[in-house]
């Protein structure tokens, strides 16, 4: 989260927040084995669980407040986000999912997956660097 954006661009205050419980109890889920037999957390005890969500995180840092068109994706999608909830609180009764809602999605997918892929190719090498060293 950046706390104190600098329009210029060149001191943006930035918070990582981690909740670690979550990765405590974070299942591993084997079959969904990745690029180079990457799995997420395969093999990683509780201190190496958090180096790799880290590493992951810190990417992500680097990655949106490196360059403006990053960060203005990051906003896109918190935009997108925002306008999604929205729409599905107004459909509170449980229907099914309007059009426009469905474009929201679809956008969000989108952005995530473009926002995502330099954080997950950063993970997999943090991954099999602490794997290495179980063994």
Known sequence: MIE??????????????LCLEVFDRALVRRRNRGVEGFIRFEGL?????????????LVHAVWTLSDRSNERLTEDLDREIREYDSLRSHNAQGGALDEHATQHLSVIQSLVARIEKPAETAEVEVWQELSHWNR
């Open 4 to 17: 104190r954006p600098d329009p210029a661009g060149r001191r943006h205050v930035a918070v990582i927040r």
């Open 45 to 57: 005890d509780r201190e190496r669980r958090y180096a790799e969500i880290l590493g992951h995180e």
